[in-house]
Structures are given as structure tokens and as C-alpha cells.
């Protein structure tokens, strides 16, 4: 698969990486319903097997499983995978809420917590999960400084974060990455962040490239409403409701003939589509089993051409058109 290098660093991503949100399972209050541990398992290896040289999880996910099941998918293939975790989430000991926190304390404690659940000696990207309180970011980003002089962690990360945000932070030390959501339906990214990271070599991988799912082509409304009730997207997801709902299954129809004419499916077309931007590093990529990360791997290769990106970019004016006329 392609590779991009990530912003000022040593380090080839593939273009293409493994998310672990959803493999984090239920019983928490992001949580996205039932999920089986040996089928999660099996999802990041058949991503490492098929080349991808890179995973994102988080503290947060699952409260800690997501990590474990990382740790268990990596054992005997560390040299294979950069590892990128999370830090800035926290929850009481049997609670099912997290809550933000930024203070030196807590991300030292979590960071020896990653390290353990994950069974690895380092963390090779760490990331303030979010920005939150805006207030505590400097002392957030000091103490991840300081780990990497420890040697616990190689380099540092932000997601969810803003274009004022990243410059208070590059003088206290270089930010490697930034992690924003990015999407044909969330292009927020496209206003500054984008502009600023490549003119300050700060990576960038982008998160939900599918929208958590709605963009696979594999959803109708049907499928929505019997989403699991512990299943966040199912109250919670703006995208998976009424009035977006429809445009957005609507602008799913729109883009299968486009993925059809080459031979590829929905699902491709949009990780395909957030990767047209060079400045892109890569996409992460969620998936709760084999078959799904065989589909969408091979997205990391597919270099759409004009007439594809025009054509879509009819169909999101189109979804706008839908959505103010309503
Ligand atoms: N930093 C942050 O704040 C933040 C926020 C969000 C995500 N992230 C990271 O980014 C990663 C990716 O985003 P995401 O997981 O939210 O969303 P995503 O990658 O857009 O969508 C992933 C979901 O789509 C469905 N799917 C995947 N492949 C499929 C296929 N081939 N066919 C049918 N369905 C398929 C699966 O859910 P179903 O089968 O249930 O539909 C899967 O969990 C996360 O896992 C996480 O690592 C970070």
C-alpha cells in the first residue's frame, strides 16, 4: 500500500490505518453495542496481514479494552505496527462515564496504564484525545514532552483540536499529528487545519472517513433502526437521524455508481475520497471484523481522477440543497 509520511517524523504511515473505537464494545456510554473480542482480534490482524502499518486506539475506548485487545493483536508483531493511544479520558473504577481531564498527574498515570494494557515499552504517537479543559492543554502537552524524554513515548499528538490550539502548543514541543474527523459529510478540517498543518509538517489522520459506518453503502433505514440500543450511534449520531438520515442515504445512492464504474464499492470510494487531499497522512479506518477491513484496505490505493471528485462534489451540494430546502 501507498505510504505518506507523518509531518516532521521518521515514520511511514500507510495510507490506510486500523481505528479501534468500535472494537471497544458496549457498557460504556460510547459504546457500539455487542462486539466479539476473538473477532476484533482477528479484524487488526487481518489489517496487519494485508499490510497496514499502523493502529489508533485510546485509553477511553471501551474503557481500556480497546488497548488490551490491541495488546493481545500486536503480541509476537510489535516491529510491524506504529502504535498510537490516547490520553485526556477518564473514568471512575466501575463507572461507565468518562470525563476530560488534562493535569500532569492523570496523564502520567494513564500513560503507564496504556503501556501495561497494550504490553508494549513505548507508545510511538500519544494523543490528547480532546483539547478539553482548553486551560489545562499546555500542562497536558508538557508532561507528554517530558514522557518522551522518558523514553515512554516517541512522539506527540492532538485530536480535535484547533488551529489556535496547535500553535499554543508547537513551541513547547513540535505536534507530530493532528487527529480531526473528516468526511464527505464533516469537512470542517478543509476551513484552516488543513493549510496549517502542511505549511507547520504536522501529520495529519483524519478519523470516521465512513461517517462510523453510514458511509459503507451498507446501511438503509432499516439497518439504522435496528442499531443496538447501547449502540451510540443510534440516539446520539446526528448523522443517523432524520433530516440528515435521508440526504445521507440518498448522497450513498449518488456515489454508487461512481464506486461501480471502477469496479470498487461505497465504502472505498468515501476513504478514498478524504485521501484526494495530500495533505492527508492517512485514514483511519474502523472495522468489527475481517471481511470489513479486507474491503476497505484496498482504498488505500485508489487515486480517484477529476471526474470522480467533480461528480461527487454535485451529489454534497446536492445533500446541502436537500437539507436547507427541508
Ligand atoms: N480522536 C477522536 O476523537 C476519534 C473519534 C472517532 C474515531 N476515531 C478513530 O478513528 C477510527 C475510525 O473512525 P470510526 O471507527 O468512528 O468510523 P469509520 O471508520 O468511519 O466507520 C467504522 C465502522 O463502519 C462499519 N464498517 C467498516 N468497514 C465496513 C465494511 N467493509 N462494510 C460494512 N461496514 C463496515 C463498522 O461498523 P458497523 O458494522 O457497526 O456499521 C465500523 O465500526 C476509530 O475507530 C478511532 O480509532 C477517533
Not at 41 to 64: E, K, S
Not at 104 to 119: A, K, M, P
Not at 288 to 316: C, F, N, Y
Request: one cysteine or more; charged letters at 25%.
Amino acid at each position: 500500500m501507498r505510504t505518506r509520511k507523518l509531518g516532521y517524523t521518521d515514520l511511514q504511515f500507510t495510507t490506510v490505518g486500523l481505528g479501534t473505537w468500535a472494537i471497544g464494545g458496549g457498557g460504556w456510554e460510547w459504546g457500539w453495542g455487542p462486539q466479539d473480542d476473538a473477532e476484533s482480534i482477528a479484524a487488526l490482524r487481518r489489517g496487519m496481514d494485508r499490510g497496514i502499518n499502523w493502529i489508533d486506539t485510546a485509553a477511553a475506548y471501551g474503557l481500556g479494552h480497546s488497548e488490551e485487545l490491541v495488546g493481545k493483536a500486536i503480541e509476537g508483531r510489535r516491529d510491524e505496527v506504529v502504535v498510537a493511544t490516547k490520553c485526556g479520558l477518564v473514568w471512575e473504577e466501575g463507572g461507565t462515564t468518562i470525563s476530560n481531564r488534562l493535569k500532569e498527574d492523570s496523564i502520567r498515570r494513564e500513560c503507564e496504564q496504556s503501556l501495561r494494557r497494550l504490553n508494549i515499552e513505548g507508545i510511538d504517537l500519544y494523543q490528547i484525545h480532546w483539547p478539553v479543559p482548553d486551560g489545562d492543554i499546555e500542562e497536558a502537552w508538557g508532561t507528554i514532552a517530558n514522557l518522551i524524554k522518558a523514553g515512554k513515548v516517541r512522539y506527540a499528538g492532538v485530536s480535535n483540536a484547533s488551529v489556535e490550539q496547535l500553535k499554543r502548543l508547537q513551541p513547547i514541543h513540535p505536534v507530530a499529528a493532528l487527529q480531526p474527523p473528516y468526511s464527505m459529510l464533516e469537512r470542517g478540517v478543509e476551513e484552516a487545519l488543513l493549510k496549517f498543518c502542511a505549511a507547520n509538517d504536522i501529520g495529519i489522520i483524519v478519523y470516521s472517513p465512513m461517517q462510523t459506518g453510514l458511509l459503507t453503502g451498507k446501511y438503509t433505514k432499516e439497518r439504522v433502526a435496528a442499531l443496538a440500543d447501547e449502540d451510540w450511534r443510534k440516539d446520539r449520531n446526528p448523522h443517523f437521524k432524520e433530516p440528515q438520515l435521508s440526504a445521507n442515504l440518498a448522497l450513498v445512492d449518488g456515489l454508487r455508481p461512481i464506486a461501480a464504474r471502477h469496479g470498487k464499492t461505497v465504502a472505498q470510494l468515501a476513504i478514498a475520497w478524504v485521501l484526494r487531499r495530500p495533505e492527508v497522512t492517512g485514514a483511519i479506518v474502523g472495522s468489527r471484523k475481517p471481511s470489513h477491513i479486507e474491503e476497505t484496505v484496498e482504498a488505500g490505493d485508489w487515486v480517484l481522477d477529476s471526474q470522480d471528485i467533480a461528480e461527487i462534489d454535485a451529489l454534497l451540494v446536492d445533500r446541502h440543497r436537500t437539507l436547507d430546502q427541508g
